[in-house]
């Protein structure tokens, strides 16, 4: 069956450029992850979606970035004014639920976006 | 808060020997843990998760783990490396009231033939 993807793959953009990553989920999964993977590191969590609402959005990192999934599928990562130390993979993940029981996670390939 | 700290950011092993991926965490809750592993250009996979069941923990592709609550360890191993394992791998811990994960800095798992 279809996984997570992901589109553009790559994306890039010049120093102060509006940019949209889309994210289309595994079919029927209600919970939904952006995380941002810089050069050399671990991936670190953005934020997460149960069905429409963002349920923690602890790891944007500024006003800048801001996450939309109006039907509970789809999602939107959109970063404005963007900025050099913006370049990095940014990765989406989807599951079958949320809430205290764990579900696996499943990774989209990720969004390349370089920032010039 | 939680952290996870993955010892060496490179291993090269011999094919045919022991895989042995450290990976200590800090966390003030009973913690779920992860080994993920990325090959090139492609998506996170799970390799195996510790969710408070059995200690000793199997995953796919002849891998398991150990939880050691005294020692704060989710050592990843495998008995005898083949080639195909070369790969980035990432360890993993969540707070089992929360979804979101955090990632160790990930260790890079060279074979040698």
């Known amino acids: 069956g279809a996984g997570v993807s992901q589109t553009p793959s790559n994306k890039v953009t010049e120093k102060g450029k509006y940019v949209e990553l889309r994210c289309d989920p595994i079919?029927?999964?209600?919970?939904l992850y952006w995380y941002r993977q810089s050069l050399g590191q671990g991936p670190e969590f953005l934020i997460y979606?149960?069905?429409?609402?963002?349920?923690?959005d602890s790891g944007l990192p500024n006003d800048r970035f801001f996450a939309v999934r109006p039907e509970g599928s789809v999602s939107t990562l959109k970063i404005q004014r963007t900025e050099r130390g913006d370049s990095a993979v940014y990765l989406c993940?989807?599951?079958?639920?949320?809430?205290?029981?764990?579900?696996?996670?499943?990774f989209g390939p990720g969004t390349r976006l370089t920032v010039l | 808060a939680q952290s996870v700290t993955q010892l060496g950011s490179h291993v090269s092993v011999s094919e045919g020997a022991l895989v042995l991926l450290r990976c200590n965490y800090s966390?003030?809750?009973?913690?779920?843990l992860f080994w993920y592993v990325q090959y090139p250009n492609q998506g996170l996979q799970l390799l195996l998760k510790?969710?408070?069941?059995?200690?000793l923990v199997k995953g796919i592709n002849g891998f398991e783990a150990e939880f050691k609550k005294s020692e704060t360890s989710f050592h990843l191993t495998k008995p005898s490396a083949h080639m195909s394992d070369a790969a980035e791998y990432f360890c993993?811990?969540?707070?089992?009231?929360?979804?979101?994960?955090?990632f160790g800095q990930g260790t890079r798992l060279t074979i040698n033939p």
């Open positions: 510790y969710t408070s069941a059995a200690t």
């Open positions: 979606f149960q069905g429409t609402g963002a349920a923690d």
């Open positions: 079919s029927g999964h209600t919970a």
């Open positions: 966390s003030s809750v009973p913690p779920y």
């Open positions: 993993a811990v969540s707070d089992p009231g929360a979804q979101k994960l955090v």
């Open positions: 993940a989807s599951s079958s639920a949320g809430g205290r029981v764990y579900n696996e996670q499943f």
